[in-house]
């Protein structure tokens, strides 16, 4: 009996821990919480991961095949699951959607895998005339790019034409004016994709048929409309090899059409425009001229030509390589590459008219002494190779008026020396000298020589030769010499150097003076004489500079040597 108790005693426990146990649990409330509502997958196929917590048994599942989720189902706690995507190959973006469950909960997470790229062209060459045109690039694409250009002849003309993934991009193309052919590539980028399109544009001919029209003024009749001109100096000249070439390098300013006009407006109708070429060269071997610097020396000639002014371009000191070489051991060499210059520069410039003239030198020499026949017979032969290139390029050329130096532009040896290079067309050839007489006063900035003139008469200060008698003697010399026989000679360049730092108020008002009066009595003299005078303007208006005008806005700093100029060119 005392057993049976026991008995029931126990089962009285068991049952009641079974009846507790099962009252625990109908109160138990479900939760779940997920990590995140959206998930973004990338195209290539992917794997994120997101987290579950519940405290009931849970199960995910994804209402596409091409999203797998690792693992399914879970039992309470914190679980990490891998939703893990396939490639997407369409290209647009795919949707799918994620549901957990736990008994009666529902969480669901949007998950997005980004679009396969689209993007393609419908042809990747292109080969195109010399002209001016527009090239319209068809492209499909379903997401942002960007396009740049290998070759500054090409831009890109405004936004594209959009319809749904398909573009048309308008890509402006510039005359190719050179005698090259070019080829550039345009460059679409989107993300990490990248297309390629190539563009060969054909070159401008070397030699087209001859055209007068436009050029139909004899040297004569053309030298008459020169009234008086002045020197754009030390700016697009200012070069010494192709990685150091610079507008701006001997620290004037890159030259604007302000400046140009205020020059016209200070009374000059005639521009000479030193340039160099070959620190510009691309092509050693063929001497190509970059088209870039083609283009900038273009920009300044417009600014002159479209201003009704002349404008003279020639081959300036440029290193050296032609200026200080009339021997026999570097003719056909320099020869060779002053050649291929000038077919380039002529070509073109080929459909300008007769305000744009041509030089083709600057100051040939050896040194400054006596030439001997090497030295002339060398710097004549680059007179005549000038000419010649130029002819050949026909059209407008066939009839410009050309300019070619004495050796060293000197005077004397002009008159002694220069011969005329033979030309296929008669009467469009003007020569060219400079004056800087006395070298003391216009030159040598250490010299106390500082004044000049009958006004200075006695003065230790005054150079004892190279004065007014000297200047008329000179350009009286070239008259009866040059202008006479018919041939118009162009006075390059003449300028006396300022000297800012004089000791004294008193030597620098009498310097002022005396660079005034030198410029009045030059210019008048040449203009007498039939020169037409070009002013020596290196953009520095300090001490050892020459020039009349502020660079950076046009105005004029030296107001009495700009006076002097113009009285001494009225006639």
């Not at 527009?134 to 740049?148: F, G, I, M, Q, R």
């Not at 890109?156 to 573009?167: A, D, F, L, N, Q």
């Not at 001109?229 to 890159?254: F, R, V, Y």
Request: include cysteine; charge should be negative; charged fraction near 20%.
């Amino acid at each position: 009996m005392k057993k049976m108790r026991c008995l029931i005693v126990v089962w009285g426990i068991i049952i009641s821990f079974i009846s507790s146990c099962s009252k625990e649990h109908e109160s138990v409330t479900p939760e779940l919480t997920v990590s995140t509502e959206n998930i973004s997958l990338a195209n290539a196929g992917d794997t994120k991961v997101f987290h579950v917590k519940a405290n009931v048994s849970w199960s995910v599942s994804s209402s596409e095949s091409w999203l797998t989720l690792t693992p399914s189902i879970g039992g309470t706690g914190t679980h990490k699951i891998e939703a893990t995507a396939t490639v997407n190959p369409q290209t647009a973006d795919r949707e799918a959607i994620i549901t957990v469950t736990a008994d009666n909960l529902t969480r669901q997470i949007v998950v997005v895998q980004t679009a396969s790229v689209l993007f393609s062209v419908g042809q990747d060459q292109y080969s195109v005339e010399k002209g001016a045109q527009e090239l319209v690039l068809t492209l499909a694409s379903n997401a942002a790019y960007v396009v740049d250009f290998d070759g500054e002849w090409m831009t890109r003309k405004s936004e594209p034409i959009v319809s749904g993934t398909s573009y048309q991009e308008i890509i402006s193309i510039e005359e190719n004016g050179n005698i090259f052919e070019r080829i550039g590539t345009i460059t679409l980028r989107q993300g990490d994709e990248t297309l390629l399109v190539t563009v060969q544009q054909k070159e401008n001919p070397l030699t087209v048929a001859p055209v007068s029209t436009g050029v139909s003024l004899n040297a004569i009749a053309l030298a008459a409309k020169l009234r008086l001109g002045w020197n754009l100096g030390n700016s697009l000249e200012s070069a010494a090899s192709p990685t150091s070439a610079s507008e701006t390098m001997w620290g004037n300013p890159k030259v604007t059409k302000g400046l140009i006009d205020a020059v016209k407006a200070a009374g000059f109708n005639a521009i000479r425009i030193p340039c160099a070429w070959s620190g510009y060269i691309e092509d050693q071997e063929t001497y190509r001229i970059k088209d870039s610097w083609l283009d900038r020396v273009r920009e300044v000639v417009d600014y002159c030509v479209n201003n009704d002014m002349y404008a003279i371009i020639n081959i300036h000191w440029d290193g050296g390589w032609l200026e200080e070489h009339p021997l026999y051991n570097h003719q056909e060499e320099v020869g060779k590459k002053q050649k291929a210059l000038w077919e380039q520069i002529a070509a073109y410039f080929r459909e300008y008219d007769e305000h744009l003239l041509f030089a083709g030198t600057n100051e040939v020499r050896e040194n400054y002494n006596t030439p001997t026949a090497e030295n002339i017979e060398v710097q004549q032969y680059y007179n005549q190779v000038f000419v010649d290139a130029v002819r050949s390029t026909g059209g407008r050329n066939a009839y410009r008026n050309l300019i070619v130096q004495s050796y060293n532009t000197n005077i004397n040896f002009a008159i002694d020396y220069l011969d005329m290079p033979t030309d296929v067309i008669t009467n469009r050839l003007m020569a060219e000298v400079h004056f800087y007489d006395p070298y003391e006063f216009a030159l040598d900035r250490s010299s106390d020589k500082y004044l000049w003139g009958a006004e200075f008469t006695g003065s230790p200060n005054v150079a004892n030769w190279g004065q007014e008698d000297w200047v008329d003697a000179q350009f009286a010399m070239v008259k009866a010499h040059f202008v006479d026989q018919g041939i118009p000679v162009i006075l390059g360049e003449y300028s006396p150097t300022y000297r800012a730092n004089l000791s004294n108020q008193t030597a620098l008002a009498n310097h002022k003076k005396a660079r005034a009066n030198y410029l009045k009595y030059v210019t008048r003299s040449a203009r007498t004489n039939g020169l037409i005078p070009f002013y020596w303007d290196n953009g520095h208006t300090g001490d050892g500079g020459s020039g009349l005008f502020n660079r950076s806005n046009g105005q004029v700093v030296h107001q009495d040597a700009l006076d002097a100029i113009m009285e001494g060119a009225q006639q």
